[in-house]
């Protein structure tokens, strides 16, 4: 698809509109194809992989706080 840049400007577009009309459903309806549309390019195809890196990290950050563990640090304390 050699125009996927013109969409995804298009749709950018769409969002701001709808955002400034006011109107929330639409412009989440945009904004999911906006990022459908980036992620179906190379360049964003590696932001699945990023994105389930991070959740991933964040939850083994947060579990241990919301489950009220004590954390051993491995840091030097001074």
Do not use: E, Y
Request: net charge positive; proline share 6%; aromatic share 4%.
């Amino acid at each position: 698809m050699p125009s996927v840049g013109i969409l995804i400007l298009l749709v950018i577009a769409g969002t701001a509109l709808c955002v400034k009309g006011r109107a929330a459903g639409p412009a989440a309806a945009f904004s999911a194809l906006t990022v459908l549309l980036i992620v179906s390019t190379p360049v964003g195809s590696g932001i699945p992989g990023v994105m389930a890196t991070f959740f991933s990290v964040l939850d083994g950050a947060t579990t241990p706080a919301l489950n009220h563990q004590t954390v051993t640090s491995t840091a030097v304390r001074r």
